[in-house]
């Protein structure tokens, strides 16, 4: 059985704006706007959302492995290759 491809994703969020976006791509690290506050990790759980969302999979499939409660992340992505995951956040 082949093994699932998994990506690790660059993403940089800015909490609490007006609404979820994904502003740009800027030397390999994904700009994101999400609406919730960064408190008590609703921040996270948005991004996560929006972004499993925006890739058509399921929010299982994400896990922010690094940057907690930093503004830079670092995303783990299963199933996916980076490549498919840029072009689907850019269509």
Known sequence: MPKRPVARLSVKVAPNTSRNEIVGIKEGVVYIKVAAPP?????????????????????????????????????????????????????
């Not at 948005?46 to 690094?66: M, R």
């Not at 907690?68 to 995303?75: A, L, V, Y």
């Open 39 to 91: 408190d008590k990790g609703k921040a996270n759980k948005e991004l996560i959302a929006f972004l499993a969302d925006n890739l058509g999979i399921k929010k299982s499939a994400l896990l922010i492995v690094k940057g907690q409660t930093s503004r830079h992340k670092t995303i783990v992505i299963e199933g996916m290759s980076v490549v498919e995951i840029l072009k689907r956040l850019t269509s």
